[in-house]
């Protein structure tokens, strides 16, 4: 069986490929360990081998890791589905939040973000698939509402994150990445300051690499699948 380590050399090998095959610095684009499920023994074990930015989904397993593997000095990222009643530990236990879709919850976050912590970074989830069982700002939408977080203290809009519907389709996987690229430069011809394109997984990080994405999510091809023990 191929071991944790190996397997995350070998997503950090295909980052760095897709990388330069369109002309990009593999540094640019940062690899985010999708963790949820796992036990912190198997994070412990990806942070060995160098792995230090993880993303949880579900709140209080994240909160739990974070307090566990706390010494390890690892950054969090929070890319589940965030409920308004559930901002406060999301702002006092995560450096990242991926899945802003709502001013209201852009505004608690911002109100309960410790002054002892730096900013919360924050990228709005856009719906670029128009999939009704998807969460997401709609791309018409997302506009105004980044510019009204932009403005809110304690945190700092990072950029934008979309999770496409499926496809085995090498063009037909770059198209809403492409368009979620296209919105982000929009936004900062409008003045916002944003750096982040969260986008690729482990079945399509190639295509969202090709539109530029900067951070890749990846959690099947580094952990194995979903773990429910």
Same mark, same amino acid.
């Given at each position: ?20 095959? %369109? ?10 360990? #999708? ?40 950054? %969090? ?18 450096? %990242? #939040? ?50 009204? #977080? ?80």
């Amino acid at each position: 069986m191929t071991t944790l380590p190996a397997k995350l050399q070998a997503v950090l090998a295909r980052i760095a490929c897709a990388a330069r095959r %369109w002309g990009r610095d593999p540094a640019d684009v940062l690899l985010l360990a #999708v963790s949820k499920t796992w036990p912190a023994e198997c994070l412990r074990e990806a942070a060995a081998a160098g792995q230090r930015a993880f993303g949880e989904s579900y709140l209080q397993e994240g909160i739990d890791k974070v307090a566990e593997l706390r010494a390890m000095g690892l950054e %969090w990222h929070f890319i589940g589905t965030l409920q308004a009643n559930k901002t406060r530990p999301v702002a006092e236990t995560f450096d %990242w #939040v991926h899945s802003l879709d709502r001013l209201r919850v852009a505004e608690r976050l911002s109100a309960q973000r410790p002054l002892s912590l730096p900013s919360l970074s924050v990228c709005l989830q856009v719906n670029v698939s128009g999939e009704a069982s998807k969460g997401g700002v709609s791309p018409a939408e997302a506009p105004a509402l980044a510019h009204a #977080v932009a403005r809110l203290p304690k945190l700092r809009l990072r950029g934008l994150m979309a999770i496409p519907a499926p496809s085995d389709d090498f063009v037909e996987q770059r198209r809403p990445f492409r368009r979620l690229r296209e919105l982000s430069e929009q936004l900062r011809a409008d003045g916002l300051v944003l750096d982040t394109l969260s986008m690729g997984m482990s079945q399509d990080l190639e295509a969202a690499i090709a539109e530029g994405s900067t951070l890749v999510r990846v959690g099947t091809a580094i952990f194995g699948e979903r773990h429910t023990a």
